[in-house]
C-alpha cells in the first residue's frame, strides 16, 4: 500500500506578491472552502493561554496577538470538481512568507522550532511581505497588500477551516483586519459576520466527529490519508476522497516548493514510541528524544491497540452470554424441582465501555493566466494516494524535496493537512440524498476547539453581544459600502 502525495507549495513572497496576485484571487474566488494556517513568532504565557476562564484565555491570546507577529501564512484552496464519480478536489497552497513593519516580540523557543523545520528568517526579512496591524491606515485596504487580500477572502465567503484555530483568529484579526475588541463574546459576534459560511476546525472534527486517538495536525493527516488509501483500495460503492493539482508553466515554476508526504514505513530508528509525542505531537527533547517519533508507527500502534479492547470486549461479552444463558439454564431445572421456590440469578457487573479512541479536496476547469510570458496553470489530474506519475519536474527529485526536518511543517502544507482532513471528513459523513449544496460537515460548524474543555467555542452573535465598533465600519469597507 502507498500513500505518497506531492504537493506544489507556491512561495510567495514581496519580489513575486503582486505577480501571483491574479492567481491567488481566482483561487479564493474559485474555490469551495479555504484552509489556513499560520506560524506565530510566540504565545508568551502558556499557562495564562490554558487559563479555566476562556474569557481569561481571549485576553491571553490577545495579548499574544499585539505584542506578536503573524512570520508566515499557508492558504490552501479546494475547489470541489462535481463531473467527477467521487469527492475530487482541485487544490492549490500557497506560503505566505510575512514581515510585521512594526516592533514585535519573538521568542527563542519559537525560533528553535521553526529553524529546526526548515523556516529561513534571513529570506523573512529581506523579503517578507509587509504589513501592519490593527485597524486600516488610509486608503490602503484597495491596494495590493495582506489587507486587500483578506478582505477578498471574506468577500468570497467560503467556508474557512482551521486546526485548533482560535489563537489562528485572532491573530488573523488583530494583523490583517482590525483592533481585537477586549471581550470574547464580541469577538464571536464578529466573526459570525465576517464569515457567513462558517469557521470549521479540524482538530474538533477529530477528536468529536472522527474521534481518532490523537487529534494533533501531522496525526490527523496521516490517519485520514491512511483511511482514505484504504477505503479506495477495498473498492465500494461509498464515495472516496481524491486530489488533482495544477500543472505550473514558466516563472510560476520557479515559485514552486514540493511538499513530499510518505509513509515512514521503514523499521530503522527506535521502534519504542514516545509517549509525549504520540499523545501530543511534540516532545520537549525534541530530535534528541532517544524515543521514536515516526507518526504512521504511532497509528499503526493505536490501531492495534484498539482491535485489541475490541477483541476483549466481544470476548467478555460472549463470556458474559455464555453465564447468562447457563444460569438460566439452572433456574429451568431448578424451577422444574422446586415449583413453588422463586430464584434470583445472580448477575455479572457490565465490563467497562471503552471510550472510541481511533477509526475513529473546485466546478469548471480553471486556467490562470497570469501574465504573458509568466506561466499558466493548468489542472493536472493526481490520485490523492500514490505519486508515482506526480514526480516533481525540472528534474527536482524526492531526495531533494525531503531536505526539511520532517518534510512538512510549513504554513502552507499545514494549511493543505487541514484541508484534507476537513475533505475526507465530509466525504465520510456525505449522504447520497443530500444536495451538494448543503453545508458541509455541519455538526461542526462554527465551533472552535478548547483544550480542556469538553464543549467547543461556539462562533454565534448572542442577544447579549454586539458587534465592535472596528468591525461595524470594515464590514462597510468589504461589501463596498464604504
Known amino acids: 500500500m502507498t500513500s505518497s502525495v506531492i504537493v506544489p507549495v507556491i512561495d510567495v513572497q514581496n519580489n513575486n506578491f503582486k505577480e501571483l496576485w491574479p492567481a491567488m484571487l481566482l483561487a479564493i474566488k474559485t474555490s469551495s472552502l479555504v484552509a489556513l494556517d499560520t506560524e506565530l513568532s510566540g504565545l508568551g504565557s502558556r499557562k495564562a493561554l490554558l487559563a479555566e ?3 481569561d484565555r481571549y485576553k491571553a491570546i490577545c495579548h499574544a496577538a499585539r505584542t506578536r507577529s503573524i512570520l508566515s501564512l499557508g492558504i490552501a484552496c479546494y475547489k470541489k470538481l462535481d463531473n467527477k464519480a467521487d469527492e475530487t478536489y482541485l487544490v492549490q497552497v500557497y506560503n505566505l512568507t510575512l514581515l510585521c513593519t512594526e516592533e514585535y516580540m519573538i521568542e527563542p523557543q519559537s525560533v528553535q522550532f521553526l529553524v529546526q523545520h526548515g523556516f529561513d528568517f534571513n529570506k523573512q526579512y529581506a523579503q517578507g511581505i509587509p504589513y501592519y496591524k490593527g485597524n486600516d491606515k488610509g486608503g490602503d485596504p484597495h491596494g495590493q497588500n495582506l489587507r486587500t487580500l483578506f478582505v477578498e477572502l ?6 474557512l477551516v482551521v486546526h485548533n484555530g482560535l489563537i489562528d483568529m485572532v491573530f488573523l484579526y488583530q ?15 464578529d466573526l459570525s459576520e465576517m464569515f457567513p459560511a462558517g469557521v470549521f476546525d479540524t482538530k474538533y472534527a477529530t477528536e468529536y466527529e472522527l474521534r481518532f486517538a490523537a487529534s494533533y495536525l501531522e496525526y490527523a493527516y496521516k490517519k485520514c490519508k491512511l483511511d482514505n488509501c484504504r477505503l479506495v483500495e477495498a473498492g465500494g460503492s461509498g464515495p472516496h476522497l481524491f486530489l488533482e493539482f495544477c500543472s505550473y508553466a514558466g516563472n510560476l515554476r520557479s515559485y514552486i516548493d514540493y511538499r513530499v508526504s510518505t509513509e515512514e514505513s521503514s523499521q530503522e530508528g527506535p521502534l519504542d514510541i514516545c509517549l509525549r509525542f504520540s499523545a501530543y505531537g511534540w ?4 530530535s534528541n528524544c532517544p524515543m521514536s517519533h515516526n507518526t504512521d508507527l504511532i497509528i499503526l500502534q493505536d490501531e492495534k491497540t484498539k482491535e485489541n479492547k475490541r477483541k476483549k470486549r466481544k470476548q467478555k461479552r460472549k463470556q458474559k452470554a455464555s453465564r447468562e444463558a447457563g444460569a438460566q439454564e439452572e433456574d429451568v431445572v431448578s424451577s422444574s424441582k422446586k415449583p413453588c421456590l422463586e430464584t434470583t440469578p445472580v448477575t455479572e457487573a457490565e465490563p467497562m465501555n471503552d471510550k472510541p479512541q481511533g477509526g475513529d479536496e473546485p466546478p469548471a476547469d480553471i486556467r490562470m493566466s497570469i501574465d504573458e510570458g509568466n506561466g499558466v496553470c493548468e489542472r493536472q489530474a493526481t490520485p490523492a494516494e500514490g505519486a508515482s506519475d506526480n514526480d516533481p519536474p525540472a528534474g527536482k527529485t524526492v531526495a531533494q524535496s525531503k531536505k526539511a526536518e520532517g518534510g512538512t511543517h510549513r504554513a502552507g502544507f499545514d494549511a493543505f493537512m487541514t484541508g484534507y482532513i476537513f475533505c475526507f471528513a465530509t466525504t465520510l459523513k456525505h449522504r447520497p440524498e443530500e444536495p451538494s449544496s448543503e453545508t458541509l460537515l455541519p455538526e461542526c460548524q462554527n465551533k472552535l476547539y478548547l483544550s480542556g474543555k469538553s464543549v467547543p467555542l461556539q462562533i454565534v452573535k448572542s442577544t447579549f453581544s454586539r458587534s465592535s465598533k472596528a468591525h461595524t465600519h470594515k464590514m462597510e469597507v468589504v461589501w463596498g459600502k464604504g
Open 283 to 286: 516532545c520537549p527533547s525534541g
Open 175 to 189: 494583523c490583517f483586519y482590525a483592533h481585537l475588541p477586549e471581550r470574547l463574546g464580541t469577538f464571536t459576534a
Open 154 to 159: 471574506l468577500r468570497a465567503r467560503r467556508p
Open 53 to 55: 476562564s476562556i474569557e
